[in-house]
């Protein structure tokens, strides 16, 4: 089955611990982009990455670092958690098929973050 | 900077009632809009792209230049309607951030019966 997934669903975890969400998808897709969900601001973009090693910043990448070693996954990785980035965080992937243009993209199941 | 406004958080309408979920952006070169939805318990997933012109579950959207406006219309709303909406902006290739997506802040919609 298509589809992307994230690990872990749930986390709860305290100021300063270093974690890492995991973002996979088996659709040989070279877009990948993370979000977070907040109440009443919506969906915001953290990374994207247009391609193996080839990531940028979206509009909220203070605080996260990515990485796009290979093609299928994208973590996203908190080095020093703190109370501001709990939310519920989506990963999404989509095809690069037509040049210059944005393809559908396909979300991961979410992951709600906790920070103490 | 791109910036996408849903002005309505919340919308309740009755079955078979007309619906609007309004959009509207700036950005100052050649945008790419879509709709996503939400559905209770359900990923977020396209509804549909300016780009496409195309009808989904009975949805329609024009891209409004001169209004920078993206809304999306339906004429008769189904209570399987009811759902999270979000708008959402691309810069097209040839802008300085192509792949960067913005959305808005979505509303939810709520069909009665």
């Known amino acids: 089955e298509a589809q992307v997934t994230q690990n872990p669903r749930y986390l709860i975890t305290v100021t300063g611990k270093k974690l890492t969400v995991t973002c996979s998808q088996n659709?040989?897709?070279?877009?990948m982009s993370w979000y977070r969900q907040d109440p009443g601001l919506g969906l915001r973009q953290i990374y994207y990455?247009?391609?193996?090693?080839?990531?940028d910043k979206g509009d909220v990448p203070e605080g996260y670092k990515v990485s796009r070693k290979e093609k299928r996954n994208f973590p996203l990785i908190l080095e020093s958690p703190s109370p501001n980035q709990t939310s519920l965080y989506f990963c999404?992937?989509?095809?690069?098929?037509?040049?210059?243009?944005?393809?559908?993209?396909?979300f991961g199941p979410g992951t709600r973050l906790t920070v103490l | 900077a791109q910036r996408v406004t849903q002005p309505e958080k919340l919308l309740s309408v009755f079955k078979g009632a007309p619906v609007e979920l309004k959009c509207n952006y700036s950005?100052?070169?050649?945008?790419?809009l879509f709709w996503y939805v939400q559905y209770s318990r359900q990923r977020l997933q396209l509804l549909l792209r300016?780009?496409s012109r195309e009808s989904i579950k009975g949805f329609t959207a024009d891209l409004n230049k001169g209004e920078t406006s993206f809304h999306l219309k339906k004429p008769f709303a189904q209570e399987e309607d009811s759902a999270m909406y979000y708008c959402?902006?691309?810069?097209?290739?040839?802008?300085?951030?192509?792949?960067?997506?913005?959305f808005g802040q979505g509303t939810i919609l709520t069909v009665h019966p």
């Open positions: 990455s247009m391609n193996v090693e080839v990531t």
């Open positions: 950005y100052s070169g050649s945008p790419e």
């Open positions: 959402a902006l691309g810069v097209r290739a040839g802008g300085t951030s192509y792949g960067k997506l913005t």
């Open positions: 999404a992937s989509s095809s690069s098929r037509e040049l210059n243009s944005y393809n559908e993209q396909f």
């Open positions: 300016h780009i």
């Open positions: 659709m040989n897709h070279e877009y």
